[in-house]
């Protein structure tokens, strides 16, 4: 970055009304597609849903301190990690998307107590009022103070009875702390019990920060996957998905490198049995947990989309593109080119499975 937050900051609030964003400049000169809304299949009009895209506050941006500035990503199109409504709009339309779920990932898991809590409380807030305002376009997930389970139990409840959120987005870790731990287990059974969808996406792996040094942005490329990995097969394996069957989790990227391999997990235990847990009697096998997690159709070709399918169900896919960050710019494009998919599949992927896991109104 060439420019400092704060003067970055000043610009963008000069452009516009300001809600929140995530970066994506280039959206709105890319290559257009040929999907359009109102998007149809078989002839009937479909309602297609983004559940991955960002975003971020200056409030709670500001809460970080000297920190702050170390927060936007880099990547394309940082003065566009603050929405625009209108703008954003335009890329939705470009994108024939009719809906988008917005997120923010997590970088408050190393503060103290208040002050997590302070920015979750923004993040919160702020996202509520942003839905408010456009609830046909907009939805979101809620933040939460995971290194304070309790804390988080509280924020979730709130967040889902009282402001309207769809769920809460988590990272892959709570500072490297996985989500099987026992700490974590209010937490989980709160959003059992509310419905809320869990949104696990990546935040690299740190621990592999050596290794990833060099060409190619390795930390996201390989690191993100891998951490995604990692969180969904300690929940597999540590029994977590056992003890809380009802959770609804949305796994960011695919699920991560997880239903490219999954089958290898059905061996560890019989090939190695000392490394695993004789107490831990999983009620099916590890690759049979991935039909009942979710998964964004983020994985760029129809092949692979095509094998995601076939490994984890077409019931269980939605849309995601990480929007405004041009990972995904021709969502709708991809399924419709996958042409392994019927139009019962194509249906459901668009948006359908997203209506039915956010309890959304479907156009």
């Known amino acids: 970055m060439t420019t400092t937050r704060r003067n970055f900051l000043k ?3 000069a452009s516009g009304i300001v809600f929140c964003g995530c970066g994506l400049q280039h959206g709105a000169r890319a290559q257009p597609g040929t999907a359009r809304l109102p998007v149809k299949v078989g002839g009937k009009r479909v309602m297609t849903v983004d559940a991955h895209t960002h975003c971020y506050f200056h409030e709670a941006l500001n809460l970080m301190g000297d920190a702050a500035d170390k927060i936007l990503p880099p990547v394309k199109g940082v003065p566009e990690h603050f929405i625009v409504i209108e703008q954003r709009l335009k890329e939705m339309d470009a994108m024939a998307i009719d809906m988008e779920i917005l997120s923010i990932n997590p970088f408050w898991y190393g503060k103290d107590r208040d002050t997590a809590a302070a920015i979750v409380k923004v993040n919160n807030e702020k996202l509520a009022e942003l839905c408010a305002s456009r609830p046909d376009r907009f939805g979101a997930f809620a933040t939460l103070s995971l290194q304070f389970p309790d804390l988080a139990v509280q924020q979730l409840e709130t967040a889902i009875k009282k402001q309207g959120l769809r ?5 892959g870790s709570v500072m490297g702390e996985d989500f099987s731990d026992p700490k974590f287990h209010p937490v989980w059974a709160k959003a059992e019990e509310l419905g809320a969808v869990l949104f696990i996406h990546p935040q690299s792996t740190p621990e592999l920060a050596k290794r990833f040094k060099g060409n190619g942005w390795l ?3 390989i690191g993100n996957p891998l951490d995604t990995t990692i969180a969904l097969q300690h929940l597999i394996f540590e029994g977590t998905l056992d003890r809380f069957p009802g959770l609804k989790i949305l796994a960011a990227h695919g699920g ?6 999954a089958a290898r997990d059905d061996h560890a235990c019989f090939v190695s049995p000392q ?3 004789p107490d831990i009697k999983l009620k099916k096998q590890p ?9 964004d159709a983020l994985v760029f070709t129809p092949e692979a989309l095509r094998h995601l399918v076939a490994q ?14 041009p990972w995904e710019q021709h969502p709708v494009d991809h399924v419709f080119a996958t042409t392994t998919l019927s139009d019962k599949q ?4 668009l948006g359908g499975n997203a209506a039915r896991l956010f309890g959304l109104k479907q156009a």
């Open 346 to 349: 194509k249906v459901a992927i």
């Open 256 to 261: 991560g490198y997880l239903g490219s391999y």
């Open 219 to 221: 930390s996201n490329t």
């Open 275 to 277: 490394n695993c847990n």
């Open 167 to 171: 769920g809460a987005a988590i990272g």
């Open 312 to 325: 984890v169900g077409a019931s269980q896919i939605v849309m995601g593109t990480d929007h405004p960050i």
């Open 11 to 13: 610009g963008a609030a």
């Open 287 to 295: 690759s049979e947990y991935l039909n009942q997690l979710h998964f």
